[in-house]
Nanobody, 114 residues
Framework: VQLQASGGGLVQAGGSLRLSCAASRSTFRFVYMAWYRQARGKPRELVASIDNGDATNYADSVKGRFIISRDNAKNTVYLEMNVLRPGDTAVYYC?????????WGQGTQVTVSS
């Protein structure tokens, strides 16, 4: 299984970005999809997750601004990020969970300028 994340970039504070992460070489359904982020000098933290019943969970810092969604037919998870802040600057990683294990994407850089 390979995960390919995309959609990162440079944006001004208050702007929006949409991240995508798609799984390839997979013949099974993922029960868990999530986005994590890691800012320079800080540990990786959970941003948002969604399970196969579409139940979602968000970090307090992004509630009301970020929306996670999934397309099971495409084995893809999305993260819509709105009202971005400089504090959201980080490398964003997708993480998929299956009965066979967890998989990480390669990360995509999000930089928010003030």
């Amino acid at each position: 299984v390979q995960l390919q994340a995309s959609g990162g970039g440079l944006v001004q504070a208050g702007g929006s970005l949409r991240l995508s992460c798609a799984a390839s070489r997979s013949t099974f359904r993922f029960v868990y999809m999530a986005w994590y982020r890691q800012a320079r000098g800080k540990p990786r933290e959970l941003v948002a997750s969604i399970d196969n019943g579409d139940a979602t969970n968000y970090a307090d810092s992004v509630k009301g601004r970020f929306i996670i969604s999934r397309d099971n037919a495409k084995n893809t998870v999305y993260l819509e990020m709105n009202v971005l802040r400089p504090g959201d600057t980080a490398v964003y990683y997708c993480n998929f969970g299956s009965p066979y294990g967890y998989y990480w994407g390669q990360g995509t850089q999000v930089t928010v300028s003030s």
